[in-house]
């Protein structure tokens, strides 16, 4: 599955949302890095962390088991399952994140944005 991806620090610095409509438009066009905006594709038996990280990026994790956050990324367009344990609080699953180690997308052209840990909203979570 292709998978589009923004760094959340990215948009931080932009002043943009996760909320914006044309988020993934304006990331395009602010002429990122390839480490901070770009294209992955992600096999079926990997997680979307193995993917970025096969794809020589360096994405935020710790535990790799689901239990810290540190992987968390927002997803913005497309469907990316929820496993049975893990951290995240049902609001912030209702708010499209997901932890990277331990899920993977079941859409084309899902959109993520990683780095999220960084949200003001997720800090409370990281362990
Ligand atoms: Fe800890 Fe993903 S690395 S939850």
């Known amino acids: 599955y292709r998978v589009e991806f ?3 620090e990215r948009l931080d610095e932009h002043g943009w949302s996760l909320d914006d409509e044309d988020l993934f438009e304006k990331a395009a066009d602010a002429n990122l890095g ?3 905006y770009g294209e992955i594709t992600v096999e079926e038996r990997e997680t979307l962390l193995e993917a970025a990280e096969n794809a020589g990026l360096a994405w935020p994790f710790a535990c790799r088991g689901g239990a810290c ?3 968390a990324v927002a997803v913005i367009d497309g469907e990316v399952p929820i ?3 893990h951290v995240l609080t049902q609001e912030m699953i209702d708010r499209g994140i997901r932890l990277s180690c331990i899920t ?3 859409t084309e052209d899902t959109k993520v944005v990683f780095n999220v840990k960084h949200m003001p909203a997720m800090e409370d979570l990281l362990l």
Request: hydrophobic fraction near 20%.
């Open 34 to 36: 390839n480490a901070d």
């Open 6 to 8: 923004l760094n959340y």
């Open 69 to 71: 956050s540190n992987c």
């Open 83 to 85: 496993p049975t344990s």
């Open 104 to 106: 993977t997308p079941v």
